[in-house]
Structure formats: C-alpha cells, structure tokens
C-alpha cells in the first residue's frame, strides 16, 4: 500500500493513545478522539485555544507540578529540535462543565517535533499515556504523602531532564569532534594540471548521524593521470570517522602503485578484512588518463561515477561493479571497465546520501542526479557541484553524509 492509499487523517484519529499537536506557539492545532475523550473536552473546547487556558494550573493546590514541567518540556523541544520524554506527571484537570471542580490525574507524556522543509519545527506531537487508573489501583496518596510523592517524582523529573540535556551535550560535542576529524582528512579543492575538479562534504543532519563517507583525488605514477575515488563506511560518529581515514589512506597509497583501479580495490580488500566496523564499506575509483581520454573504473558496492559527454549525453558507469569490501570470504580479482570522452566532459562521484530516500527507489534517485546534471552542465565543477547539491538534497539536510566530486576533462 502507497502512501496515497492511506487516510492519516482517520489513522491519526483512530490512534488509541492521546495524541494532540500544538503549534510552536503551544496552540492546539489537532487532537485525536481519544485526547478528547479523555480529557472530557470537545473539540471546539481545545482546537485553536492555547495549552494552558485549556489545561490551567489549579490555582488553589501548587502541589502539582504537571502543567509547569509541561511548559519545561514543549520549550525544549521547540528550542533543539529534539524529543523529550517526561516522567510520570501528577496533573489537577478542571471540569470544563463544573468550574472549580478539579480531578486528579496522572498522565505520562511524550513531546516530539516535526520539521518543515527548512528544517524549523512548525507543530509537536504531544502524545500522552493515560495511568491515573493504575495509580489509584495502587493506591493513590494523599495529604503530606502525596506532596512527598510529587515532591519526588518531581525531582526524578529534573534529573531524567538534566540527564538528557547533558546526553545531548556530549552527542553535540562527538559530532563536532567527528566533523572535524573528516575534514581534516578529506582533501580540499584542487586544480587537477589544466582540469579543475570541486569537492563536497556535507554531514547528515542529526546529533548521532555523522557517518563515515569520504572521497580522494590523487595523483598517479606515469603520465598525465589521476586516480578519483569516493567511499561509505557503514557507522555513525568517530569510530566511522576513524575506520573512513583508514580506508582513504589505503586506497590512496594503494592506487599510486596499482596496474589499475580493480587491482587497487583488490588490496584495499584485504586491508578492510583486518579493519574492524570496515565490514561492507563500499567504495568506487576512477583512473583518469588525460592524454588518452579514457576513464578506467572499478566499483566495490558503490553507486556508479556518471560521465556527462561534451554532447550533454548523461551515462551512469556501472559495467564493473562487484560486492562491497570484505564481503567476500575468499576474495577473488574485481572486474574493471574502461570507457573514452571528448574534451568538455564531466565526471561525477558521489555517495549514497545524494541520491537514496526513504521509500523511493534508487532508480528515482539516479534519474533525478541525471536530470540535474544535465540540466546543469554548462557550469564550471564549482558551480556545478552547488547547484546538485541544492537541487537533490532535502532543504532540512539529508540524513545520511554525502560526499560530491566533480572533475572537468
């Protein structure tokens, strides 16, 4: 079933949780039959009305902390973008039919935002769980234990919240350290002889998602030649920073020595088999040779290099493609093809985070990198490499690293 076959208006009404989402100025823009059930409102008394004149603290009993730790949390959310699960919270609900009658509750929530297109938080998914029940079941406290009660649930709440903000912390700092670490590896641009070539990194949006993409540019041993490459380490954070800068090195070393660049992948190979987390690391390279117009090509797992002819005519190079590295047990010699250009061609790597999307086919992917390059192909690499970059990638970030080399011939 496609996504056009499926009601999520119904579905989101039909959720048999409380859900209800707010605006960022904490204005209920929706809420399912069960919020309102349960909370015994209509939805005339809680859609377009602001959070707390719905749900008001009571103003006789301060004990309660419920809607004050709610306020804590929605502005969490709003100011990093982030899911914030609460502990259990004791709430007093006014009768919306019988003012100044109160019940007590305790509701469990879940705040998590949703991004527009610009990567903004534009509602929150305000989800909660429903155990005033269970707690009377256990026997509900009163008086001086119930303050005590809250009092410590209250507590356990600001813990479980400095915990994740000093969780988030340290994630902000890995993938600083991470980022950091990757560019200071990868090559920065560079004019190849009389050819000029633009390189791309771009890190996945997300705390934990800095992955371990990378590419290389290298000059080769006899002649007029370079060796291109672009790779993808399966991971997140600095360990596949780390194992990337591993590969990259021998790759690099290995390409200025090989007769080409399946013999390169060849020893590249056997060097992730005794890598640990290099398991099923993909990684393509090019060996150019300027003099005679000819790309020779071998690819370990990767999407295929595309050649843009000096006609405009778009071609994907995928006749020597063989499984990623390491993943055979017995490694056998990998197949390489070459193929010739005119002056005025093109040659783009890339990794997976350019083209993949969830719920889409790779194919979609390809066609949509083809478009825009041949759309594009008038542009010098620098401009070329930009303009790609914005047309294909999600305006919030993608969510997985991409790295983009783009090389004149």
């Known amino acids: 079933m496609d996504d056009e076959a499926i009601d999520y208006a119904t579905v989101f009404q039909s959720l048999p949780a409380m859900v209800a989402l707010l605006t960022p100025e904490l204005v209920y823009a929706d809420a399912n039959a069960e919020f309102l059930r349960m909370s015994g409102r209509t939805r005339e008394e809680v859609v377009g009305r602001y959070v707390f ?11 309660p902390s419920g809607m004050r730790n709610l306020a804590a949390s929605l502005k969490r959310v709003l100011e990093t973008g982030e899911r914030d699960t609460m502990a259990l919270q004791r709430y007093d609900v006014e009768d919306p039919r019988r003012p100044g009658e109160w019940t007590e509750r305790y509701w469990s929530p879940v705040n998590a935002p949703v991004r527009g297109p610009d990567g903004e938080v ?7 769980e429903e155990v005033t029940e269970l707690i009377k079941a256990r026997g509900a406290p009163t008086g001086s234990r119930a303050r005590g009660l809250e009092a410590e ?16 912390e340290a994630h902000a700092r890995e993938r600083e350290v991470a980022i950091a670490l990757q560019e200071a590896m990868l090559p920065a641009r560079r004019q190849v ?55 990259r090195s021998a790759l690099s070393a290995a390409s200025r020595v090989a007769a080409g660049p399946a013999e390169a992948l060849n020893v590249l190979g ?3 088999h005794v890598v640990d987390g290099a398991e099923s690391a993909t990684a393509v390279t090019t060996f150019i040779d300027f003099d005679e117009h000819t790309i020779t090509y071998s690819s370990a797992g990767h999407p295929p290099p595309v050649l843009v002819h000096a006609d405009g005519r778009v071609e994907f190079l ?8 390491d993943a055979q047990f017995d490694p056998v010699p990998r197949p390489q093809a070459s193929i010739g250009y005119a002056d005025g061609a093109i040659l783009v790597l890339y990794t997976d985070g350019l083209i993949e999307r969830r ?42 690293d991409t790295a983009l080399v783009i090389v004149q011939l």
Do not use: K
């Not at 004149?53 to 004990?63: G, H, K, L, Q, T």
């Not at 890190?203 to 993808?232: F, H, M, S």
């Not at 010098?380 to 969510?399: N, Y």
């Open 359 to 400: 719920r889409e086919d790779i194919d979609t992917g390809l066609a949509r990198l083809a478009e825009s390059l041949r759309r594009h192909r008038g542009e010098d690499p620098e401009t070329l490499a930009d303009s790609v970059l914005l047309e294909l990638l999600p305006p919030g970030g993608a969510t997985d």
């Open 53 to 63: 004149d719905v749900f008001p603290e009571n103003p006789d009993d301060s004990a």
């Open 318 to 325: 995928d006749q020597a493609t063989d499984p990623p590295l």
């Open 270 to 272: 056997r060097y992730a």
């Open 122 to 128: 534009v509602l929150v998914v305000h989800r909660v």
């Open 153 to 168: 649930l209250y507590t356990r709440a600001r813990e479980l919240q400095d915990l994740n903000e000093r969780l988030r």
């Open 193 to 247: 002889g009389h050819h000029d070539a633009a390189v791309r990194y771009r890190p996945a949006v997300g705390a934990l998602n800095v992955c371990g993409d990378w590419y290389d540019v290298v000059d080769l041993v006899g002649g007029n030649r370079i060796g291109v490459a672009v790779g993808d380490v399966v991971g997140h954070g600095l360990r596949a920073a780390g194992i990337m800068g591993q590969l």
